[in-house]
């Protein structure tokens, strides 16, 4: 059974970081990409970073790129989302998901089947 678990969220005031985390168990993605989406009371699910199998190639939404950094760890199975200079409107659920997408790189919602359960973050003005 296919598990993404996030931890790392929580309350932060406006300006400071997070580091979110998602461990992977009971398949490899190695050879996938991995990617953050997240979302917002009353709003859809929004694309937010993703990172290809090597990890040599990212992207990013325009409204967190220079400030958020996705990596991956191939050896805990592991990706991260670190988050710098955050904003009021940074706040949602933030979920990690698994692509089918192989050896390249997506920021469609379609190409995830794979997703955790979701961690808060909250950032006060």
């Known amino acids: 059974q296919v598990q993404l678990v996030e931890s790392g969220g929580g309350l932060v005031q406006a300006g400071g970081s997070l580091r979110l985390s998602c461990a992977a168990s009971g398949r490899t993605f190695s050879n996938y990409a991995m990617g953050w989406f997240r979302q917002a009371p009353g709003k859809e699910r929004e694309f937010v970073a993703a990172?290809?199998?090597?990890?040599?190639?990212?992207t990013y939404a325009d409204s967190v790129r220079d400030r958020f950094t996705i990596s991956r760890d191939h050896a805990k199975n592991t990706v991260y989302l670190q988050m710098n200079s955050l904003k009021p409107e940074d706040t949602a659920v933030y979920y990690c998901?698994?692509?089918?997408?192989?050896?390249?790189?997506?920021?469609?919602?379609?190409?995830?089947?794979?997703w955790g359960q979701g961690t808060q973050v909250t950032v006060s003005s």
């Open positions: 990172i290809n199998w090597s990890g040599g190639s990212t």
């Open positions: 998901a698994g692509s089918t997408v192989r050896y390249g790189i997506s920021p469609l919602l379609g190409s995830y089947n794979y």
